[in-house]
């Protein structure tokens, strides 16, 4: 149990044009999401968190209007990178909380986007 | 505000060393939960372990073991005869009351046949 997917797993897009990421939780609900950056050899920043039927809430320094977060259901949050440069290349995971408790966080398996 | 320090960058060993990865970790809250997560060359996070700041007892699990002292902050991951396949980058993370996840900077192991 407590699996998430993420689709595409890698993506490859020239400069300018925007690109989505979907996050779904598969065998359970999830009315948190969150959103984490990871460029090579580096540690994953938390980008924003996404709750279900809300804005997300995005940390200091993201722009929310390059990285739009939707979560329209319980099983589904996407984000879509807009106007993308190559300096947005990066390895971007997705985490769900578990209906356990807040205390827990179930990871995708990423997504590799390369902006050329 | 959280912060997740490791230390070791990069450490390298020979199969059937022991290695211990460092990690220590800064809040103002009582209440927390630290963790530990393997990131293979795939990418994919491997979660290890769960713990929240009243349980100090060591735990392990297999050629796994932590430790956490509370007193130093620190939560320690040690691997027992290393093998080959544990090469892959470790994260420690840190979550207090604000439930965001905090990751440390990670330490790549490479362990050598």
């Known amino acids: 149990g407590a699996v998430v997917s993420q689709h595409p797993s890698w993506v490859i897009c020239k400069s300018g044009t925007s690109v989505k990421i979907e996050c779904r939780s598969l065998?359970?609900?999830?009315?948190?999401m969150f959103w984490y950056r990871q460029f090579p050899k580096q540690s994953l920043m938390l980008m924003a968190t996404s709750n279900e039927g809300s804005k997300a809430t995005y940390e200091q320094g993201v722009e929310k209007d390059k990285f739009l977060i939707n979560h329209a259901s319980l099983t589904l949050s996407t984000l879509t990178v807009t106007s993308a440069h190559p300096e947005d290349s990066s390895f971007y995971i997705c985490?769900?909380?578990?209906?356990?408790?807040?205390?827990?966080?179930?990871f995708g398996p990423g997504t590799r986007l390369t902006v050329l | 505000a959280q912060k997740v320090t490791q230390a070791q960058t990069e450490i390298s060993v020979v199969e059937k060393e022991d290695v211990t990865l460092d990690c220590v970790y800064e809040t103002r809250d009582t209440t927390y939960y630290l963790f530990w997560y393997k990131q293979p060359p795939s990418g994919e996070l491997v979660f290890l372990i769960r713990r929240n700041s009243f349980d100090e007892q060591n735990e392990i699990s297999g050629r796994y073991s932590w430790n956490f002292q509370k007193s130093t902050s620190s939560f320690n991951f040690t691997i027992t005869a290393s093998q080959v396949v544990d090469s892959a980058v470790y994260f420690c993370a840190g979550m207090d009351s604000s439930y965001k996840l905090i990751f440390g900077s990670g330490t790549r192991l490479l362990v050598r046949p």
């Open positions: 985490s769900a909380q578990g209906l356990a408790g807040r205390n827990e966080q179930f």
């Open positions: 065998d359970f609900q999830a009315t948190t």
